[in-house]
């Protein structure tokens, strides 16, 4: 609705305009006859017999000009235009308005439309225009995460470009800076592309920062210009995320606007205890988070300041791990947490970004109504993928680490290391010897693994606060160590 009160807002504006811009609409297609290499543009005409659609004039990005474009080999009068540009965080929008979504032609093949007519419209990233003929409708966007199908089944020539937006270089890569005008997603928030919220220091660490300007807050989010597809991704962090705000979140993931039928291809790291002080402060997460097995959450030690954090993308499973230090390769004694995903929905590559941001859940401020600031120190991407070719160092040994939170409330990590394929078992104990609850009973293959007691027994309900026992047993190696359960 806010897009259709601007449009009537702009209507007396644009009765003024509107003669100034059709003579110059001429003037502009001469000039850009001359040179066509100003724009970056995909043009879909396969022949000069064939109905063609063009860009004549694109808004520069962060620009509230109109859109200008030409047809060719086609009658004007019997065919007009379908307009929709992509806001990241917001999705696709039809244009100009929704009671409004067909742009017509004039008579010298000339189109103009009006592409920022509410929300963050001057900040959008891509364009899209397709040419219909009289009494098509086009299906109308107002959001959406990807255009529909039928657009392209029932358009007769379509033409796309995208526009750019702040960039900075980190860690050797080119990185656009998300910004908006209207609070966007996730959140929603509003997103700034200032200094004061992304900017790259003396020593090329990455800083992100959420801040307030008079009341509203800010929050910032860089993406990756290319696309990677499988490797081994690597995050190096310089500050204490496990004591971040529990109402922001830190995210490093990729996504893919266009992947829709994929979940986006999204891969994600997080760290944030979303709005609740006492859960787990960080997540490895294969969208959709939902559904069963998709999610791990677990504790990052909050005075660790220094950390690495990662996950290797093959075709069947994703590896991730988090350690301390800022490390290239990772010996199994700095492991934080680790995690396999191995299920059938293991994202396939397409055209995702590396994404990294700093956000605010559910757009709720700081509870502290302090800024956030982070640190990533590096980025790194490599190709390798082999099982051989992992992060972590091979494991020589058994061992049973202490679990951590300890003393905890209400669920504890345990890891465990074995040096070669066998069957392993882990059970809690009271102190009297009784079985509380039988964690891991299965065979695994070589390397570390980690469980989450819950502090609930077999029959899944909650114990009372005290001493327990955590024992496993993997062939002749046994070992025991203490956890204390405080509500």
């Known amino acids: 609705m806010k897009e259709i009160f601007r449009a009537k807002a702009l209507s007396n504006r644009w009765g003024v305009y509107s003669s100034w811009i059709f003579v110059c609409a001429s ?10 290499s100003l724009f970056s543009q995909e043009m879909y005409s396969a022949s000069t017999e064939t109905p063609a659609i063009e860009f004549a004039y694109v808004p520069p990005y962060g620009s509230s000009d109109n859109l200008i474009g030409r047809v060719h080999n086609v009658d004007p009068s019997a065919y007009k235009v379908a307009v929709y540009i992509f806001v990241e965080g917001a999705g696709w929008w039809t244009k100009p308005t929704f009671a409004q979504p067909l742009t017509p032609i004039r008579s010298d093949s000339i189109w103009i439309c009006n592409i920022t007519t509410g929300g963050s419209d001057i900040y959008a990233t891509r364009i899209h225009a397709v040419l219909l003929p009289n009494g098509v409708n086009p299906p109308v966007a107002g959001g959406l995460g990807c255009l529909p199908s039928s657009l392209e089944m029932i358009s007769i020539a379509k033409v796309n470009t995208e526009r750019t937006r702040r960039v900075i270089s980190f ?37 992100l920062k959420i801040t307030k300007r008079n009341t509203t807050w800010h929050c910032s989010e860089v993406i990756l210009k290319q696309s990677l597809g499988y490797g081994r991704y690597t995050f190096k962090v310089a500050s204490k995320v496990g004591q971040i705000n529990e109402n922001a979140v830190l995210g490093l993931f990729t996504w893919d606007n266009d992947g829709c039928n994929e979940f986006y291809r999204e891969i994600d790291i997080e760290f944030s205890r979303w709005g609740v002080v006492t859960d787990p402060n960080a997540q490895y997460v294969i969208q959709p988070w939902d559904r069963a097995g998709n999610r791990n959450r677990w504790m990052i030690p909050p005075t660790l300041n220094l950390s ?14 988090s350690a301390k230090g800022h490390l290239s390769g990772i010996p199994s004694d700095s492991i934080i947490y680790s995690w396999r995903y191995k299920r059938p929905t293991v994202p396939r590559p397409g055209k995702e970004n590396v994404r990294i941001n700093l956000w605010l859940n559910n757009g709720r401020p700081p509870s502290d109504n302090r800024d956030v600031e982070v640190v990533i120190a590096k980025f790194e991407y490599d190709t390798r993928t082999s099982v051989n070719e992992q992060y972590i160092t091979p494991i020589r040994k058994y061992a049973l680490l202490q679990n951590y939170p300890n003393p905890f409330n209400p669920s ?22 009784r079985e509380v609850r039988t964690l891991v009973d299965h065979k695994f293959t070589a390397g570390m693994f980690t469980e989450i007691w819950d502090g609930k027994n077999n029959e899944h309900s909650p114990v009372a606060s005290g001493m327990y026992l955590t024992r496993m047993q993997a062939n002749e190696f046994v070992i025991v160590r203490k956890l204390l359960l405080v509500r």
């Open 27 to 36: 003037a502009w297609v001469l000039f850009l006859d001359s040179d066509t």
């Open 171 to 207: 860690s050797g890569y080119e990185w656009w800076v998300k910004t908006s005008l209207f609070p966007v997603g996730p959140g929603p928030n509003y997103f700034a592309d200032g200094k004061e919220n992304v900017w790259v220091d003396s020593l090329g660490q990455l800083h």
């Open 308 to 321: 690495t954090h990662g996950f290797v993308w093959r075709p069947d499973s994703i590896d991730f791990v």
């Open 412 to 433: 504890t990590t345990i890891r465990f290391e074995i040096p070669k394929p066998l069957h392993v078992t882990i059970k809690i104990y009271d102190v009297f010897g």
